[in-house]
């Protein structure tokens, strides 16, 4: 491993043809590379200056600079950061010079590592800055947001100070058996006690995994018959003709991908071969593909036209898809009756009409923005965790928070209660980084930017 205690240097904006292009430097030494590079030193205080820059005699650039002294930094270490004219080659020149002068090259996101290991953020903060960094949609951006303030990090930390009181009573009783008078350790009020916790952890759990699926992408297959307008109708919903439309049945042989942004949500499309009866091998194979696709997707549309509504494939792919969130689409809405849309809508709660040739939508949008979207994500008052590995920690620890209940209502001895609770606990400071491994961390921190 590269050392922690080395200056290291990244570019943080991209590397392209463009205005300005930001270069940061953070370390022990940043004060002394800069000043190898300008003609009058600058001093060890929080500063912006015009300055330029030179190799040895030659002028390289003319640049600002804003320098930033460790502790108050967002390393929490010496930081310059260098606003330098942005070519590529000029920015490249200049990272150049500065590992020449002493700084080594920094790796993806060890500006946040740095940062999280001298104290500046905890690990749902600096999680929150990848998530902000890479938000596909609003809400995305705005629980990226919350959670690098760490605006409602108080909540699991409260949670942690619960269990940690809950871990205390019960040791003490373990400690002093024959003293039963230790406050708050009857079996009632553990129970108690653990209960509330369990029921912010649950549903800590529950919005995030909802969230995680809005925010990354709701897996979302469209299938159905042949020639009822699948294809037609991803390509109205990423609005670009991405599949293939003709009035030929078994069009789509094989997947075709798109993903659409709503205002507060993401769908990972997946267009299927239409299923029907087919002797034709390669559309064998695309149908059978078609019916792994719904296995693997969270979200279905179903679209049918309304003469096949009621066959037999379509009651089929209807128990094929069993209890999965799924709509059923009625497409091609031009050919049919109002009085056919409200019969069709009697029967079925959960149908939509389109037109997807004319890209006449809105009414499934509208709809299932409305399926996904619960009002306490848009309120966004509580702390949500859209990152996986973040999600399966919450997981976790309500599986062990949830078997120590279990065992306390069983009257299993104490002791043994106390054991999950305490694994629960170290799950909690994984969770806020206050207990990590190093190898864990540097893995965490590698999937972020270079330069962040
Ligand atoms: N009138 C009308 N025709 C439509 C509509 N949507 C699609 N079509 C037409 O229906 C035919 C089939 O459309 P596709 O989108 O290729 O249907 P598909 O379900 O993907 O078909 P396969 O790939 O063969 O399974 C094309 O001729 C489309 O132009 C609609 O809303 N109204
Ligand atoms: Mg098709």
């Not at 809005?214 to 042949?226: P, Q, R």
């Not at 709509?327 to 149908?351: A, G, P, Q, R, Y």
């Not at 170290?426 to 969770?431: A, D, F, K, Q, V």
Request: aromatic share 6%; glycine share 6%; with cysteine.
């Amino acid at each position: 491993m590269k050392s922690i205690n080395q200056t290291i240097v990244a570019p943080t904006t991209s590397l392209t043809n463009q205005a300005i292009a930001l270069i940061r430097i953070s370390g022990d030494e940043a004060f002394d590379i800069i000043n190898k590079l300008i003609k009058y030193p600058i001093d060890k205080t929080k500063n912006v200056l015009f300055k330029k820059l030179y190799d040895e005699k030659e002028l390289v650039d003319e640049v600002i600079i804003t320098s930033f002294v460790a502790p108050n930094s967002f390393t929490g270490e010496d930081v310059i950061e260098i606003a330098c004219h942005g070519g590529i080659l000029n920015t490249q020149r200049i990272i150049k010079l500065i590992i020449k002068k002493g700084a080594r090259m920094a790796n993806k996101g060890e500006f946040s590592q740095r940062a999280f290991l001298n104290n500046k953020i905890d690990l749902i903060q600096a999680e929150g800055i990848n998530d902000l960094i890479f938000a596909k949609n609003e809400m995305a951006l705005k629980i990226g947001v919350n959670n690098m303030g760490g605006i409602y990090n108080n909540g699991i930390l409260e949670i942690k100070n619960q269990l940690l009181d809950v871990i205390s009573r019960i040791q003490v009783s373990i400690d002093y058996p024959d003293y039963d008078d230790v406050e708050g350790s009857s079996i009632d009020e553990l129970t108690l006690s653990l209960e509330k916790i369990n029921v912010y952890v649950d549903k800590l759990l529950k919005r995030s995994k909802l969230a995680n699926s809005i925010t990354n992408g709701i897996k979302t297959a469209i299938v159905g018959k042949t020639n009822v307008g699948k294809s037609s109708l991803l390509n109205a919903l990423i609005q670009e003709e991405r599949a293939i439309v003709t009035d030929i049945e078994g069009t789509t042989r094989d997947i075709v991908t798109g993903q659409i942004n709503f205002q507060n949500l993401t769908l990972d499309l997946v267009d299927t071969a239409g299923i029907r009866k087919t002797n034709d091998i390669v559309e064998k194979i695309g149908i059978e593909k078609s019916l792994n696709v719904i296995d693997n997707s969270d979200f279905i549309l179903l679209v049918v036209n309304a003469e096949n509504i009621y066959d037999q494939d379509n009651k089929d792919l209807i128990s094929k898809i069993g209890d999965k969130k799924h709509l059923i689409v009625v497409n091609k809405k031009d050919l049919i009756s109002n009085k056919d849309i409200i019969e069709i809508s009697k029967k079925f709660n959960n149908v939509i009409f389109t037109n997807a040739s004319n890209y006449d939508v809105d009414d499934l949008i509208n709809c299932i923005e409305k399926m996904f979207l619960n009002e306490e994500l848009l309120k966004n008052e509580n702390l949500v965790l859209i990152n996986i590995e973040q999600i399966n920690l919450v997981e976790q620890i309500k599986d062990k928070l949830l078997k120590s209940l279990n065992s306390i209502l069983e009257g299993m001895p104490i002791d043994i209660v106390n054991v999950d609770l305490n694994v629960a606990w170290n799950l909690l400071n994984e969770l806020v980084g206050e207990q990590y491994d190093e190898e864990i961390i540097d893995n965490i921190f590698k999937k972020y930017c270079l330069g962040k």
